[in-house]
Structure formats: C-alpha cells, structure tokens
C-alpha cells in the first residue's frame, strides 16, 4: 500500500489486487461446462451494469472464462468502449474480459463496480491498455495500479445513493421503451382492421425526383439529403448547400406536408421517409422522391408511419429492383406500392395517440438523461477524493 501521509481520515490508497481478485476460472469446452448463459462483449452495454442480453455456451467456441452470480465482467479489450456488468446469475463469459470479485474488508462488492464506471478508473484502464488494433489490458499491469478509496461507511452512503439514480435512470428508460412498443401496437392494431387496399398512386397528388446537382458548404439554399431523414421527419443534420435559379427554386422548393423517399441506397436504408415540416427554404437531391398526399385521402404522417413500418417496408421492397448490396425504388414502381386505406378521422386519431406515446417517451429519455447526469456527478465525487 502507497504512503497515506495527507490524506483525509479514513482515506487509502490500495493497489487493484487489493481491492479485487482476478477470477480466473478457464473453461476449456463452453459447451460442456453445465452453464446455461454465456456473455460476451457485445452483450454489454456502455455505461450500463445491467445485462440485459446473453447467449448460450452452445453459441461459441475456445476457451472462456467461468463467472458467479455478483461478479464483475470488464471488457479489458477496447477499454474505451466502458464496458462492465455486475452478474445476476452464473455463467462463462468472453476470455476479452476480466472476471472481477470484491475484497470486502477493502472497497464494498455494492461499491466497486460503481467506482470502476468512474472516469478515473475508466481513463486509467484506457492509459494501461497495450495493442494498437485491440488495445488490452493485463492483470499484472492492472493489479498494481493505485486508487483512493473512502472508508467503508462513506463507500455505503455512496452506493446507497447511485443505487436509487440508478433504479431512477432504468425505470425512465424501460418506460422509453414501453412507449415504443406502445406505438408499433397502435399501428398494428389499425393495420389489422378491413380497410379497403390501394395503390399508392391512386392517393397522391404526384411524385417528382429531386436535384441533380453536387452540393457543398456554400450556396444559397440548402439541400436535403438521405442522412436527413431521421424517426418519420426530415431534419437539418450536416447540411450542404446550392445556388440555383429562381425557377430551379420554386421547382424544387418543399413545403410543409411534403413527403420525402429515399429511393435507392442499402437495403436497410432505401424506404427511409420523412415528412418535411422544417422553417425556411429547403430543396432536395436527386435520390429522394418527394411525394404529395391527396389531403382529403391521407394524411402525409400517416404515409411516412406506413412505409417506415415493417409492413411498408415488406411492400416497398417488393417493388424494389435489387443489386449485390443495393436496393433502388423508382417513382414509378413506388406508386404501385399497396396500402391499406383507413378513413381520414381514424388516420388522424391514430396520429394523435401516437403524438402523445411519443412525447410521453420523449419526457421519460429527459428524465432518464437526468438521472445520468446526477449519477455522472457523484461517479466524479468519488474521483474527486481521488485526486
């Protein structure tokens, strides 16, 4: 132990191995080891002690490492991702990670785990890792860094109060996620319903592609693009710019309730659609198609929920053509697309439900965002006395 001298009363300085043990239990054959859960990195969340996600033994191959329930699981390889979770059950995890037990009568097991979320320990992990492709981290080289810990009593006070941020952080979330389920059911309850079947084309006004033209950083008005569309709605994210005549302009001008489709890109991207409600002048690039709604037949958000739903997807896709890693949907084709067609007053109330699941999910990420912020502050509390 490194000399305590000016330190506060109850305050020391340990080495890691003084403060944990390196479980390291090798498992040679995961799919003979009588374990039922395996966890690898990619189960772990950053900034998150919860698993929430594991494998089976029978899902991988070579050795790994054995785990019990209240263990630590870091992700020593690619510390900077701050990977680590407190087991709720036992298991084997990745041979990538370092199995972690608390010495009690030095830092509580409740505690370290917390204290290694820390930026201090979270920053000294990454100045300690070796390897420029996979930086790592050894135990040796870990087991002898030093830490100040508070005295027992002061590690209770703290775990007592991450522990309630945390429930608090978790709750806010689950409740995030609730609300996203809430809006595909919605959906999918309208969706199930007999309505009458259309062609896309028989209730939009038209369609028109948008600009051949190279963007860049200057120009007089700025052009829409596929990263533009995020979540149903077009957004002002790295925007580039174009000068044009007056007639270009007014050709390509959006206005509100105009509904943009990303024709052609990856498979997981063609069918991206947003409806444009941004202020200010905007047109739009050649590999969008804007369409417009007839409005007495549907409603512009009620179209972008359907084809970016997995049922417009299925639909969109099937009047794809299709390359080697591209997908392209042309005006044409797009119109052919088929959709159920409630009536205008059941398209509205859906939006309307939807509108207020997710604001109700909006609110409950801002809490959610709070509550990490407040735990960020007493994570920084325990690296202040550190320093």
Same mark, same amino acid.
């Given at each position: 132990?490194?000399?305590?001298?000016?330190?506060?009363?109850?305050?020391n300085?340990?080495?890691?191995?003084?403060?944990?043990?390196?479980?390291?239990?090798?498992?040679?054959?995961?799919?003979?080891?009588?374990?039922?859960?395996?966890?690898?990195?990619?189960?772990?969340?950053?900034?998150?002690?919860?698993?929430?996600?594991w494998?089976?033994?029978?899902?991988?191959?070579?050795?790994?490492?054995?785990?019990?329930?209240?263990?630590?699981?870091?992700?020593?390889?690619?510390?900077?991702?701050?990977?680590?979770?407190?087991?709720?059950?036992?298991?084997?995890?990745?041979?990538?990670?370092?199995?972690?037990?608390?010495?009690?009568e030095?830092?509580?097991?409740?505690?370290?785990?917390?204290?290694?979320?820390?930026?201090?320990?979270?920053q000294?992990?990454?100045?300690?890792?070796?390897?420029?492709?996979?930086?790592?981290?050894?135990?040796?080289?870990?087991?002898?860094?030093?830490? /100040?810990?508070?005295?027992?009593? $002061?590690?209770? +006070? =703290? #775990?007592?109060?991450?522990?309630?941020?945390? &429930? !608090?952080?978790?709750?806010?979330?689950?409740?995030?996620?609730?609300?996203?389920?809430?809006?595909?059911?919605?959906?999918a309850?309208?969706?199930?319903?007999?309505?009458?079947?259309?062609?896309?084309?028989?209730?939009?006004?038209?369609?028109?592609?948008?600009?051949?033209?190279?963007?860049?950083?200057?120009?007089?008005?700025?052009?829409?693009?596929?990263?533009?569309?995020?979540?149903?709605?077009?957004?002002?994210?790295?925007?580039?710019?174009?000068? /044009?005549?007056?007639?270009?302009? $007014?050709?390509y +001008? =959006? #206005?509100?309730?105009?509904?943009?489709?990303? &024709? !052609?890109?990856?498979?997981?991207?063609?069918?991206?659609?947003?409806?444009?409600?941004?202020?200010?002048?905007?047109?739009?690039?050649?590999?969008?198609?804007?369409?417009?709604?007839?409005?007495?037949?549907?409603?512009p958000?009620?179209?972008?929920?359907?084809?970016?739903?997995?049922?417009?997807?299925?639909?969109?896709l099937?009047?794809?053509?299709?390359?080697?890693?591209?997908?392209?949907?042309?005006?044409?084709?797009?119109l052919?697309?088929?959709?159920?067609?409630?009536?205008?007053?059941?398209q509205?109330? =859906?939006?309307?439900?939807?509108a207020?699941?997710?604001?109700?999910?909006?609110?409950?990420?801002?809490?959610?965002?709070?509550?990490?912020?407040?735990?960020?502050?007493?994570?920084?509390?325990i690296?202040?006395?550190?320093?």
């Amino acid at each position: 132990m490194a000399d305590n001298k000016n330190l506060k009363p109850g305050r020391n300085v340990w080495r890691f191995d003084q403060m944990a043990t390196n479980v390291n239990v090798r498992i040679d054959n995961p799919s003979e080891s009588g374990m039922e859960h395996y966890v690898g990195l990619e189960h772990l969340d950053t900034d998150s002690l919860k698993i929430r996600r594991w494998g089976t033994p029978d899902d991988v191959e070579a050795t790994k490492l054995m785990f019990k329930k209240g263990d630590i699981i870091f992700g020593r390889r690619r510390a900077y991702q701050r990977k680590l979770g407190v087991a709720e059950f036992d298991g084997i995890c990745s041979a990538h990670a370092m199995v972690l037990r608390a010495k009690p009568e030095v830092v509580l097991p409740e505690f370290l785990p917390f204290f290694m979320q820390s930026d201090l320990f979270m920053q000294r992990a990454v100045e300690i890792s070796v390897g420029s492709l996979s930086p790592t981290i050894n135990w040796k080289t870990m087991a002898v860094q030093e830490f /100040l810990l508070p005295p027992i009593d $002061e590690q209770l +006070r =703290l #775990v007592s109060l991450l522990r309630a941020v945390e &429930r !608090t952080s978790e709750s806010h979330q689950e409740f995030g996620g609730f609300a996203d389920q809430l809006v595909r059911a919605l959906l999918a309850d309208v969706m199930s319903r007999e309505w009458p079947v259309v062609d896309l084309g028989s209730v939009v006004q038209g369609t028109q592609y948008g600009l051949s033209i190279n963007a860049g950083s200057d120009g007089q008005y700025p052009m829409l693009r596929m990263m533009n569309i995020e979540d149903g709605l077009c957004v002002e994210n790295d925007i580039k710019y174009v000068d /044009l005549s007056e007639k270009d302009f $007014e050709t390509y +001008r =959006l #206005v509100d309730g105009d509904v943009l489709f990303n &024709r !052609t890109n990856s498979y997981e991207l063609v069918g991206r659609t947003g409806v444009y409600e941004l202020e200010g002048d905007h047109v739009f690039a050649s590999y969008l198609v804007r369409i417009k709604t007839s409005p007495e037949k549907l409603e512009p958000k009620f179209l972008t929920l359907y084809l970016n739903s997995d049922f417009g997807r299925r639909q969109v896709l099937a009047y794809a053509t299709k390359a080697v890693s591209q997908a392209n949907v042309n005006a044409s084709n797009l119109l052919r697309v088929r959709l159920p067609l409630p009536p205008l007053e059941v398209q509205k109330q =859906l939006l309307e439900e939807i509108a207020c699941a997710k604001s109700a999910e909006r609110a409950a990420m801002v809490r959610h965002s709070y509550a990490e912020e407040i735990k960020k502050q007493l994570l920084a509390e325990i690296a202040g006395e550190a320093e």
